[in-house]
Each structure stands twice: as C-alpha cells, then as structure tokens.
C-alpha cells in the first residue's frame, strides 16, 4: 500500500506503481533490451587467441592470406595475458572448450603442467615433432619452456638470445674495446671507466649497466647464463646451488658497495626511459624483441646503440642468455578427430614456420625465428640503423644454440620470486652491514637460498599429483639427443664443485669443468637427469623431486 | 485481524507451503550463491586439486603447512600493520578534517567538502599507478622535491632513495590515506552533525573547554560511528590487495613488504594454482575478520552496558 507521504500519482501510472518503482523497473526494462540488442560477434571458425598486440598485428596479415585460401577459417583474437591465462586454466580445469589455438606465453603456460600429465589441456606434439623432423629443424633449447616430462606441448614461436646493448657513443668516446671483454670482470673492468661524477656530489651520474636488486628478468637471466637456475633437467629444486649464490653475491658487488658499476632504470617505464636517453646506464640486457621497443620508445638513441655478446661468467663460458618465449598449442578440446586436429597442425606449422612468416617476425618484431633452415636467409644480415647498422639478426642467430634451455615447471615463478626476495635481502644486508666482500656475500647468499629453497620444496611437496607414479607413467622417453640438454660443461655455464658437495664453487677454468662432470658415484650424479647419464628409459618418479640442490 | 484478511477462505490462509513458496526466491539464492559455495569452500580447503577431475583429500594439512609458513605470517604482519596505520593514522585525521568543516569560521567549506572527498572517486587501480610514480626513485615527484627542497639548506638528498624499496608499508598507508581519508571524514562530518546542540550549550554553560568538551560531548555521541567506520576500515584494510597489486606491477613488493593476506591467497590460487591451500587462506582471513567483528561488538556492548 502507498505511503500517506509518497508523491502523488497523477493517474498516469497504474495505483500499485509508486513512480520510484516505474523508473527502477524501467530501468531495468532498458538494461535487459540493451543487452539483448547488443551486436555480438560471433567467431567464424577455429579461433586463435594471441596476447601481444605486436603479435596480433604480425599474423593479421598471414590469417588473412590463409582465410582467402585454406580452410578452416581462423579467427584471430587479441586477449590480454592474463585473461587468456584465467580462461585457458578455467577451461582445462573444467574441460570444456576455449579457443582453438592459443598462444601464450613461457610463464602463463606453466601452470597448466602443474597436475598429472593426462590433465594438461593441450595435445602432446612429441611425436608428431619427432615424425615430421621438426625436432631436429628447430632450435633444441626454444623446446625446453613446453616439455613437461618428456613430452613437448606447444611450437616454438621463438628463440630469443640475450646480447648487451650498450651505448656506442659513450663507449667509444672513452676508447673501449668492447671486442676485448670477455667476462663480466673484463665488463666491470672497462665499463667502470665511463662512471662520472657530473654534478660532484660524490656519486656518479652515470653507470655502467643497468641492473638492480628488483629486476627479476635479469636475474633469472643471468642465472640461467651461469648454469644455474631453480629446476635441474631432472626436476629437481635447485634454488640453493652454489652458482646461484655466486651469481647473487657477484650482482651485489655490481649493486652496491665502493665497486658499485650498476643502477636502476626500469624496462617499460616512461622514467626508466628518460634515464637511458640520458646516459644514466650505458649498457642493457637486449633479448632479440627489446631492440623494436627501444626504438619506438627511445627513438633518440637511434644510431647510438650497439650490441655485443653477453659477457660470460668465466672465459669460453656462455655469451648469451634468454628472455621471454611463447609457443603455440592445440587445447585437446580443439580437435576432437584426427582429421580436426590435421587442419589446426597445418596451420600452426604455416603460421610459425614458413619462410614468409619469418621474414615478418623479424621486420616487425626484431624476432628470430627457432628454425634453423631459415637462418641463413640474406634478411638477417641487414644493416641495423637503430643498432649502428649492425646486422643484428646475424649477432642473435649466431648466438641461437648457445641459449639455455630452461623447465617448464609450474613453480618456476614461485622459485623465481623466492630467489629474488634472497637477493634483495642479501643486498640491503650489505648496505646495511657496509660488507660487499664476495666470500662474505656468498656465504650470506648461501643462507638466505637455502631458506628459499625450503619454502619452495615445502610448496611442491602440496601438489600431489607431480609426484604421483601414475601421473607420469605416459609419459614416453624422447629419443635420446632430440633435445636433450648438453651437460653444464658443453653448454658454457659454470660448474659446481659436486664432488665435495660443500659448495666449494670457484670460478675456475675450461679444465676444471671437464674435471668437475660428475662421476658415476658423485650427488651431483645422483642428481643428474637419466638423459645426461645415457640412459634410455627415464624414471618417471623422478620428475620434480623436492631436494637435491647443491 | 483485517476484515479483509478475516474474509479469506480458510483453507489459503493456513497453507503451509505460502511462506516457504514466498521465501522460496532468496532461499534458492541463499542456498546456490551462499551455502553451496560455502560447503564447497570448506571440502576444497581439505583437498589439494587440479581442477574437479583431480582431487585428493588431504585432511587438515593445508591448515598445517599454513600455520607453518612463514610466508602467510608475513602476510599477516604486514596486513596488521597497514590495518594499524589505516585506524590509527587515518581515521583521527578523517576525524580532525571532519572536525575542521564543522568549524563555523571556515569559509570554503563546500569546496573544501568536495576536495577531500574527490580522490575516494579515483579508481584504485589509477591511485597505485600515479603513487607508484610519485615514489618512483630518481624520477620520482617526491625525491624530485626532496632533493630540491633540502638542496636550498645544504642537505643532500639521495636521489635513488627506494621509497617502495625500503617503507613499503608506509607508501601503502600514504596511498591509502589520500583514497579513504576524504570518505571516512563524510560519515565523521554526518555524526558531527548529530550531536545534540544543546548537549554542547550546556557543557559551555558549566565552564568545559573545547578539549572537554570533544571528550565529553561529541566522542560519546559519535561512537557508534566510529565504531562502525572503525570495523569498516579493519575489514577494509584486510582485504588489502589492488593497491599492493598494482604498485609492485603484479607482485608483492621486494622481500614481499608488500604481500598482504588476500594478495597471498591470490597468488597461491591463481598464480600457483593450489586452490585448496588458498581456501585455507580464506578461511584463515574470514576467522580473523569474524573475530575482529566479534571484539568490536563485545567493546561495542561493554560501552552500551556502562553507559
């Protein structure tokens, strides 16, 4: 019944309408029509989710040209990361459909590894890649992101090498050889050269690389330059190793201290920008995509830059590192007959391997392509303007199957953002205490990640599924070499002492890494994978084990 | 009993289905929007789980693992003490400002009104990004500023000082002062205008200064304000997670100074994909969100008594 003080109903509305409900339910009325008449778009065949926008403006062209001649349909789609990443899991975890083809990328994907093998949402690619000889046609570490035990999930859409990039102008101002340097000593030796005090007030206005405590990308980087890392090739959690508490005590040597040779000037920040337009750092991590977003991002620097290899962490060691990567897949929900599966293969393999698509990867984004039958293609060896007409492409590939090859473990991140809390610790304990020491910084370093390696192991000790006997039992051994990862002495990275096992790392030289490959009888045997000790068959209980760090 | 009411058929009036068919819209609701996900919620806590065709039971041992992890009490640490700055330091000043445009020589006082109150209108999500780059280090507004301001006396100020490196908290709790103090002050300035005119006339009459007479006169007759604005902020404040999340691009800060209860269950549900461990989390957060909620009624009721 109407309140005695409600507005008056002038007879318009019927008496059981007071006018503030006439204009809520009409409201409503509007809303319900509006959503009902909203234009829709829906998807004309198989439908392909990307993430990066630079990618999405890359394929359009290549859909297209298949649209007009290939069936079926792809409908191309730009969703952020992390949506794509909410919906991809949704999807797998409820198993129903999502999109066709997703692309995605390293970190996003990991997650989806993280149950039993015969739950992971995408098909397994092994042996299609094995029979079509895909294996041995693309670049073996661009694999290593979408293997979860032993099995391959995704085609690589890249490969990603790390050079420095530094500024040419400065460098060669102040005579520097760059040829010169070959580790990162040499590298702190020569840079250190180019730190002045413009200003005199005791510090310098400029240094000579730009890294920081709390640039994760770098340190994962650089830890997987070194050999070191969070997972060994056999899954098991390596966040305590003795080369990551050298590569930890040695940035902070970089970082802080008398000996400072590092700063801060953040990557995809309009003020980190200004800082490296300015000379505040002269050199930079540069994977193969970061020199097309310097040049719309710094365009002043054009002709200013120069790229070298990285320097390694010991002479003859690794020269080069990786950053970022992203595959393509095929949901199991994509494809429920062989014949649907056939026609979402070709177009992978069309849109990822062609030699058209490789020229674009690179003039657009500054990619290299993963197969290696393109890389002697005249395209890679064009003058670089923004780079000092280096042949950029060139440097990168000839770097190429040097790159690290990394795991694919779903804790990657949580190990990862552990190592880095240990680092900035270790840091600001070396301010705090005035202590930049190595020895002193690497025992510090030794404590805090092997706290960090506890937290991880007991996170991985949750997930039951990893562990479990049956959740890797289908999975099938590759053919031993089709990608396995060479030993830490082939592949330039430092070695660890495992003989002792009391973390008596050094540096050391090309024959104490010979000497240093473990024995039969050593832990670090006994950590190696069944791959690297020539093993065929490989013990499916062995994935992801907790423990067995340095 | 109406006359109308009198004159229904008898056998209408008393059906036992009418209540529960007029009920029956919020129970269906309650019960599929409420009740089930809370079973759910319960039985998922106790599994480790990989979307429903993997599950196991794994009893109470993602309570265990979580009253021994030293990454939840972290958590819970640092989102007790933005939930101290937020009560201690941001509610007296809601107060004072309140306080401050209840003045009767304040002129401006509209505009002032809708100065303040204007940044709790600003999305979350644009508040971290713009307090990201104020305490951004050498580009940063205010090492800009110090470093010019203290420059005129003599002081050198470090550029590169970590602002969001070492008082993460401390930025958390400025961020969040510029967002919430204009809101919490528009229900101080509401109470303030509730409290009985002639209370104060009278306290004035009998000699009580202005200090006695905010402690005698206007804080008793707004404590249930403040107490519900008080409740409001704690649970507010444990629930902190856009803010940390966008200021530390994704991530918990360094040595996760930034992780806070809700960031933590987030970054274990849908970063780490361990959704039973996280319900725990959300458990653990509802516990203690019960629980303030229970001391501030019993606090609530001990005044009520005395009074």
Request: include cysteine.
């Amino acid at each position: 019944m109407p309140r005695a003080d409600a507005p008056a109903n002038d007879g318009l509305l019927p008496a059981w309408l007071s006018p503030g409900a006439a204009v809520i339910a009409s409201l409503g009325v509007l809303a319900c029509l509006a959503l009902a008449l909203a234009p829709t778009t829906a998807s004309e065949g198989r439908v392909m989710w990307t993430f990066a926008r630079p990618h999405y403006l890359m394929y359009e062209s290549r859909v297209e040209a298949w649209n007009q001649t290939q069936t079926p349909r792809i409908d191309l789609k730009l969703i952020s990361l992390p949506a794509m990443e909410r919906r991809m899991m949704s999807a797998f975890l409820g198993g129903v459909p999502s999109a066709d083809l997703i692309e995605i990328e390293r970190r996003a994907v990991s997650r989806s590894f993280a149950g039993p093998i015969e739950s992971v949402g995408f098909y397994d690619l092994t042996d299609r890649l094995k029979q079509e000889g895909l294996l041995d046609a693309i670049n073996a570490p661009s694999f290593s992101p979408w293997t979860s035990r032993g099995r391959v999930f995704g085609l690589p859409h890249d490969v990603h090498p790390v050079m420095l990039g530094y500024r040419a102008d400065l460098v060669e101002a102040a005579g520097i050889d760059v040829s010169k340097i070959e580790t990162w000593d040499d590298f702190a030796r020569a840079f250190s050269k180019l730190q002045v005090d413009a200003n005199n007030d005791g510090e310098p206005d400029r240094f000579a690389l730009n890294m920081w405590e709390t640039h994760n990308d770098h340190l994962e980087l650089l830890l997987a330059q070194a050999g070191g890392g969070f997972f060994d090739e056999s899954n098991r959690l390596t966040v305590d190793s003795d080369i990551n508490a050298h590569v930890l005590a040695t940035i902070v040597t970089w970082i802080a201290g008398p000996n400072r040779i590092a700063a801060d000037a953040p990557n995809f920040s309009a003020a980190g920008n200004r800082l490296k337009a300015d000379g505040f750092v002269v050199a930079s991590f540069f994977p193969d995509w970061m020199g097309d977003i310097w040049k719309h991002e710094i365009p002043s620097l054009s002709g200013k830059m120069k790229l070298m290899p990285l320097p390694a962490w010991q002479k003859g060691g690794r020269r080069t590192s990786v950053w970022g990567g992203t595959m393509l897949g095929i949901p199991k929900t994509a494809a429920k007959t062989p014949e649907q599966f056939e026609e979402l293969w070709k177009f992978a393999k069309e849109l990822y391997l062609s030699q058209e698509f490789t020229e674009i990867l690179y003039r657009q984004g500054g990619i290299v392509t993963p197969v290696k039958k393109h890389w002697s293609s005249p395209l890679f060896d064009e003058p670089n303007a923004y780079f000092s007409s280096q042949p950029t492409g060139r440097l990168y590939i000839n770097l190429a199957p040097d790159v690290p090859h990394r795991n694919s473990s779903p804790y990657n991140t949580l190990a990862m953002n552990r190592v880095a809390d240990a680092l900035v610790r270790l840091a600001e304990d070396a301010r705090r205490d005035k202590v930049y020491d190595y020895a002193a910084l690497k025992d510090r370093a030794r404590a805090l990640l092997k706290k960090a390696h506890a937290q991880v192991a007991d996170q991985i000790a949750r997930n039951v599924f990893i562990a479990e006997p049956d959740a890797a039992v289908t999975a099938t051994p590759l053919q031993p070499g089709a990608f396995a990862p060479p030993r830490p002495a082939e592949r330039g990275g430092l070695v660890e002492r495992s003989e002792t096992g009391e973390g008596s790392w050094s540096p050391g030289t090309q024959d104490d890494q010979v000497a240093a490959v473990p024995s039969p009888a050593s832990p670090a045997a006994k950590r190696s994978s069944p791959r690297q000790r020539g093993d065929e068959s490989r013990d499916p209980q062995s994935d992801m084990k907790v423990g067995g760090g340095a | 009993m109406s006359a109308k009411a009198a004159a229904m058929p008898a056998s209408s009036a008393r059906s036992p289905l009418a209540p529960w068919l007029f009920l029956s819209p919020f129970l269906i609701c309650f019960g599929v929007f409420t009740v089930y996900p809370l079973i759910q919620a319960v039985l998922l806590s106790t599994q480790t789980t990989f979307g429903p065709g993997a599950t196991r039971f794994v009893g109470a041992n993602n309570f265990i693992a979580l009253f021994r992890d030293p990454l939840f009490w972290k958590a819970c640490s640092n989102t007790l003490v933005y939930t101290l700055g937020s009560i201690f330091i941001q509610l007296p000043l809601a107060l004072g400002l309140a306080l401050l445009l209840e003045s009767p020589n304040l002129r401006g006082r509209s505009w002032l009104r809708l100065v303040l109150f204007s940044p709790s209108m600003v999305g979350v999500v644009f508040a971290a990004m713009m307090f990201g780059l104020i305490f951004e280090k050498r580009t940063g507004l205010l090492n800009q500023l110090l470093h010019g301001t203290l420059g005129i006396v003599g002081i050198e100020w470090d550029l590169d000082f970590g602002w969001l490196q070492q008082h993460v908290m401390l930025g958390l709790i400025v961020a969040s002062l510029w967002m919430y103090v204009g809101f919490n002050m528009t229900f101080f300035a509401a109470a303030l205008q509730n409290v009985r005119k002639d209370l104060v006339e009278a306290a004035i009459v009998d000699g009580a200064g202005p200090v006695s007479r905010f402690w005698n006169v206007t804080v008793p007759a707004i404590r249930p304000v403040a107490g519900f604005v008080v409740l409001m902020s704690v649970i507010g404040s444990f629930q902190l997670f856009e803010l940390p999340y966008i200021m530390f691009s994704s991530s918990a800060g360094p040595d996760n100074r930034a992780l806070t209860i809700v960031l933590y269950l987030f970054q274990n549900g849908f970063e780490v994909g361990d959704l039973g461990y996280a319900t725990a989390i959300g458990w653990a957060l509802a516990v203690i969100l019960v629980g303030c909620t229970m001391v501030q009624r019993l606090l609530a009721r001990g005044e009520e008594a005395a009074a």
